[in-house]
């Protein structure tokens, strides 16, 4: 028996077997989406506070289509799906906390600092904790439908909204109430709030409408280019309205799927309850007379 040697040729090209270009193209663009956080970053430390703000626009345009790409193609994999979620924390936890550090919390000194440090940490825990429950079997099947707290890249979006009422020429908020918003949206990120996320639902365009739909995202991206601060503005305030919807959908669900199971268990209660009558033997059956003449 020939023994095993790990430094052979053959054992080197066992390990190292080529991988196909389908498997790092979501990877690439994640890899992008990082470069773009790290640039704002260093943006927003020189003061250009708007391309700082472009950067994240741009990181989050990246992390909704490299997972989708990634599912399109059939690249999925273990890390992939490790590096998205490092991409999350620096983009939409560390890059805006920072961002608002610089643009306005430095005034509030160590109580600022706090802030934005409070807001990047909720980000990491709320990427734990959807890691952690991914593929928690307790959960009832119309979960799959929702996000537990605020995802990560809304959270960055709509924490920026002080800064974009700013950009409209809005006077600035004061510090202490910008401190507050932080807080808030950090919050909503690690809380348990059910928040809709459409994932499930697959939206087919009738073939009549498939130019109209097309025009529609030129459209929204025009406008997007045009009137930047107008409609991440809108936008932001729009999505902190909606969540009360995605909670009062969730509960209905809830509520009713409580329903259907009592309904569905109480003939098996009823049954367990009713009282248990033994079999009649055939030899307890007499039909002679009680007296015999």
Known sequence: ???????????????????????????????????????????????????????????????????????????????????????????????????????????LGNAGWIAAMVFAISGGLRLARFNATMDDPNKPAFAANFFTGVPAPAGAITVLLPIYIAFLGVPMPPATLTAFYTLLIAFLMVSRLPVFSGKTKRMRVPPELVLPAFVSVVFFVALLIGYPWHILSAGSVLYLISLPWGWKSYRDQERQLAAQTQAAGAPMAAQAAAPYTAPVAESDHDDRPTHLH
């Open 1 to 107: 028996m020939t023994p095993f040697d790990p430094n052979s040729t053959e054992y080197r090209r066992r390990r190292f077997r080529p991988i196909p270009v389908r498997m790092l193209v979501p990877n690439v663009i994640t890899l992008l989406a990082i470069c773009a956080g790290l640039t704002s970053i260093r943006l927003s430390i020189e003061g250009r506070m708007t391309l700082a703000v472009y950067a994240i626009v741009f990181a989050a345009a990246l992390d909704g289509i490299d997972g989708r790409i990634a599912r399109m193609i059939k690249g999925q994999s273990k890390f992939g799906a490790e590096l998205d979620s490092l991409a999350d924390f620096v983009n939409f936890g560390v890059a805006p906390g920072l961002m608002l550090y610089f643009w306005q919390l430095h005034e």
